[in-house]
C-alpha cells in the first residue's frame, strides 16, 4: 500500500472516529443546552408575571368568581401555560420539574416551574410550563445540521489530504521512476538533483547519488580488471594453443606423442572455455553487450533447431520443434539470446537418455511471448538450481559433469536482456520456460 | 600474398609467422606501432594482422593510415571490452579474432575475406565425385545438390581449407561453436556431423577422401 495511501487512510479514520464521538454526545449536549435554555425562559416568564402582579395586583389572575379554581391559560399553540392558585402551603425555593400533560387526548410534556408567593394572607402557588416537544424538534434540526456540516468537512478534509499527500510524496516518485526504474545499468543513472524541499528527500535522493557513484566506481574497477586479467591469461594461452598446433600439424611426431599433444590441446580448450565463459560472466554481469538488434525468434529457433537435430537424432532422442509463432524481440544481443537457447538445448540433449524426447515450442501465453524447452531428462537438482538463481558462479556440491558455466550463463544472459526463466524439474523431467517481457 | 603481423608478444609472433610462412604467404613482422606504421609506408600488404595492445600505443589509431591501402585488416586481441571490437569494424577492419585463437581459424577467416573481396577467383573445388561451392554453399554430385545442414557444410568446408591436414577434434569444435558453448561433449559431437556427412554423400559416391585418422581426427585428402 502507498504510504500516501496509508496517510489518507490514517487521517480520515482518526478525524471519522473523533466526529462519530463527537456525534454521539451531541443529542445529550444539545437536550442539555435547550433545557438550559427552556429554563432561562421559564425564570424569565415568571419575572415577567410577578411584575404584572405586583403592578396590577392578584386580582388580575384571581378574582371573586375563580377563586377556587385559580386561574390557569395556554398560549395559541399550546407550547407554554400558565397556572395560578391558591395554596396552603409555601416552597422554601423554587422547583422545576417534567410533567406529563393530557391535551386533546394526548399526553405532552412540559418542563414546568414552580414558585409559590404570598400575597396579602394568600399563598399563591404560580406554575409555568413550556413543551418539551419543541425542544425536541429543536434538537432534531440542530442535529441534522450537525451531521451535514461533519460530512462536509470530511469530505473537504479527505479531498485537501490527497492533495496534499500526492503533492508531498511526488518527489519520493519522481526518484524512484527517473533515477530507480527507469535505468538498468549504474552508468545510466541521473544525477540531476530532485526539485524539492523535502529534506527527507534531499537526504534520500544524495544518499542514493552517493551510492551510485561507489557502484559505479566499483564496477569500472572490475571492468579495467577484466581487461586486464583477459589479457593477461589469454595471450599465455594463445602461444600454448599455436605451439601444440604447430607441433600437431608438423606430422613429424610417432601416434603415441599426437595423442599426448591432442590431450594437451583438450586440456587448453578446456582453459580457453573456462577463462570465456568467467569473462563473459562478468562482462554480462557488467552490462558490457549492446542491446539494439531486432532478432526473429522462429528463425533463431530453427536455426538452433537445425544445429543440434542431428546430435539428438544421433542419440536416439525425439527432439521436435513444435508451434513455433513468428516474434520479433526488440532491443536486445543476438548472439547473447543464441548462446542462452544452446546452452539450454546442449542441456536438455545432455541429460535426456536414450529414446527419451526433447519438444521446443514458443507461443504466446497469459505473460505475453514464451518459449519452452520440456525434455525428459533427469531434471536440475533443487540444491543447484537454487545456486544458479542465486547468482552463484562457482556451484558447491556440482557433480564434475555439472560444474561448467552453462547454467550460470544461460540465467545471467537470461537476466541482462530482462527474460525471466521458470524451471519445473520433476523425476520424469524438466520444462524451462523462457518468458519474454 | 604478403602479410604484416603487428604483435608484440615473441612466442605468439613466432608461431604465426611461421605458420603463414608454411601456408606460402610472405609474412612481415612489427613489434610496434612506429614499426608497424614504417612498414605500412613501404610496402605494399594484402592482409594486416593487427594486435591492439602495443607497447606504443592502441592498435586501432593504425587503422587511420591503413584505410589509404589495400590491405584487408583482421584485429587480433586479447581485450574483452565490446566497444573495442565495434570500433574496430566500424574504422574498417576486415573481421576481428579473439586470443587465444586457433592459426587454422585464423587462416579460415582470412580465406573467407578473401573471398568476400572477390580476391580468389576460384569458388569450386572438385573432392572426389563432387563438387564444393564455396560461394553458393552447395555441394554437388553431377548436377544433383546434396542437402547438408549449415554445420555439416561449415565442418566440410574448414577441412578442405585445411586440406591434408589432420584436424582435431577440439579444433572442428571450435570453428563451429566458438569458445562458449558449455559442453564437454561437443567434441564428440563432430563425430556425428562427420558420419551424417558420409551417409549423405555416401549414396551418390564414395567418400574415402574424407578419413578418420584414429585417435586424433579428420582429414581431408586430396
Not at chain 1, 566499483?218 to 598446433?245: C, D
Not at chain 2, 586479447?78 to 574504422?91: F, I, N, P, T, W
Request: charged share 25%; hydrophobic share 45%; glycine share 4%.
Amino acid at each position: 500500500m502507498k504510504l500516501s495511501a496509508k496517510f489518507l487512510i490514517y487521517n480520515f479514520l482518526a478525524k471519522g472516529m473523533l466526529l462519530v464521538a463527537f456525534l454521539a454526545l451531541g443529542p445529550f449536549l444539545i437536550e442539555y443546552l435547550a433545557v438550559k435554555n427552556t429554563d432561562s425562559l421559564l425564570e424569565e416568564k415568571k419575572l415577567e408575571v410577578l411584575a404584572i402582579i405586583e403592578s396590577e395586583g392578584i386580582e388580575s389572575f384571581i378574582s371573586e368568581e375563580n377563586r377556587d379554581i385559580g386561574y390557569g391559560s395556554y398560549n395559541l399553540l399550546k407550547e407554554e401555560y400558565i397556572l395560578i392558585e391558591k395554596v396552603d402551603y409555601v416552597f422554601s425555593s423554587d422547583t422545576i420539574f417534567v410533567e406529563e400533560r393530557i391535551l386533546d387526548d394526548a399526553s405532552v410534556p412540559y418542563r414546568v416551574l414552580a414558585t409559590t408567593f404570598m400575597s396579602g394572607e394568600d399563598s399563591i402557588l404560580m406554575e409555568i410550563g413550556r413543551s418539551l416537544q419543541t425542544i425536541q424538534e429543536f434538537k432534531d434540526i440542530v442535529f441534522r445540521i450537525f451531521v451535514g456540516i461533519i460530512m462536509v468537512f470530511l469530505i473537504l478534509s479527505f479531498l485537501l489530504d490527497y492533495k496534499f499527500a500526492n503533492t508531498v510524496m511526488a518527489p519520493f516518485h519522481r526518484i524512484v521512476k527517473r533515477k530507480l526504474s527507469s535505468i538498468d545499468q549504474p552508468q545510466q543513472y541521473d544525477y540531476k538533483k530532485i526539485d524539492t524541499n523535502t529534506e527527507e528527500f534531499q537526504i534520500l535522493d544524495r544518499s542514493i547519488a552517493d551510492m551510485m557513484t561507489r557502484i559505479q566506481k566499483a564496477f569500472n574497477q572490475e571492468r579495467t580488471f577484466i581487461s586486464h586479467a583477459s589479457h593477461e591469461l589469454k595471450t599465455p594461452i594463445s602461444v600454448l594453443q599455436s605451439k601444440v598446433e604447430a607441433m600437431f600439424a608438423a606430422q613429424e611426431l610417432d601416434h603415441v606423442q599426437m595423442e599426448k599433444l591432442l590431450d594437451m590441446q583438450g586440456t587448453i580448450a578446456h582453459m580457453k572455455k573456462t577463462v570465456n565463459a568467467l569473462l563473459l560472466i562478468s562482462k554480462v554481469n557488467n552490462a558490457q553487450f549492446i542491446k539494439t538488434e531486432e532478432v526473429e525468434i522462429k528463425a533463431l529457433l530453427e536455426e538452433v533447431f537445425e544445429d543440434w537435430e542431428p546430435i539428438a537424432a544421433d542419440k536416439k532422442i525425439n527432439f521436435s520443434l513444435q508451434k513455433t509463432v513468428s516474434h520479433v524481440i526488440p532491443d536486445t544481443n543476438k548472439s547473447l539470446l543464441l548462446m542462452m537457447l544452446r546452452n539450454a538445448i546442449s542441456n536438455a540433449i545432455k541429460y535426456t537418455p536414450k529414446g527419451g524426447a526433447i519438444l521446443v515450442s514458443s507461443e504466446f501465453g497469459e505473460r505475453g511471448f514464451q518459449i519452452n524447452i520440456k525434455d525428459t531428462g533427469s531434471g536440475i537438482p533443487d540444491e543447484i538450481l537454487n545456486q544458479v538463481k542465486e547468482g552463484l558462479v562457482f556451484l558447491k556440491d556440482a557433480e564434475k559433469d555439472k560444474s561448467g558455466f552453462g547454467m550460470q550463463l544461460m540465467f545471467k544472459i537470461a537476466l541482462y536482456l530482462n527474460v525471466d526463466i521458470q524451471v519445473d524439474s520433476a523425476e520424469n523431467g524438466t520444462r524451462l520456460v523462457f518468458l519474454f517481457p | 600474398m604478403r602479410v604484416l603481423l603487428v604483435e608484440d608478444e615473441p612466442h605468439l609472433v613466432k608461431e604465426i609467422s611461421e605458420f603463414l610462412v608454411t601456408e606460402s604467404f610472405i609474412c612481415d613482422v612489427s613489434t610496434s606501432l612506429r614499426e608497424a606504421s614504417e612498414n605500412i609506408a613501404v610496402n605494399d600488404y594484402d592482409f594486416v594482422l593487427l594486435d591492439l595492445g602495443l607497447p606504443d600505443g592502441d592498435g586501432l589509431t593504425l587503422l587511420d593510415e591503413l584505410s589509404q591501402g589495400n590491405a584487408s585488416v583482421v584485429i587480433l586481441t586479447a581485450r574483452s571490452e565490446v566497444d573495442d571490437k565495434v570500433k574496430g569494424l566500424q574504422m574498417g577492419a576486415d573481421d576481428y579474432l579473439a586470443k587465444p585463437f586457433s592459426l587454422l581459424e585464423l587462416k579460415a577467416r582470412m580465406q573467407a575475406i578473401l573471398r568476400r573481396k572477390g580476391g580468389w577467383k576460384k569458388e569450386q573445388f572438385p573432392i572426389g565425385e563432387f563438387e564444393v561451392d564455396f560461394a553458393a554453399k552447395t555441394i554437388m554430385y553431377a548436377k544433383t545438390e546434396i542437402k547438408l545442414t549449415s554445420k555439416e557444410f561449415a565442418l566440410l568446408q574448414f577441412l578442405l581449407i585445411n586440406k591434408n591436414r589432420v584436424l582435431n577434434r577440439f579444433q572442428l569444435a571450435e570453428h563451429l561453436w566458438g569458445d562458449h558453448l558449455d559442453d564437454d561433449y561437443q567434441s564428440n559431437y563432430i563425430d556425428v556431423h562427420i558420419k551424417n556427412i558420409r551417409k549423405k554423400l555416401g549414396e551418390y559416391a564414395a567418400t574415402d577422401w574424407l578419413e578418420t585418422v584414429r585417435g586424433l581426427g579428420y582429414k581431408v585428402k586430396i
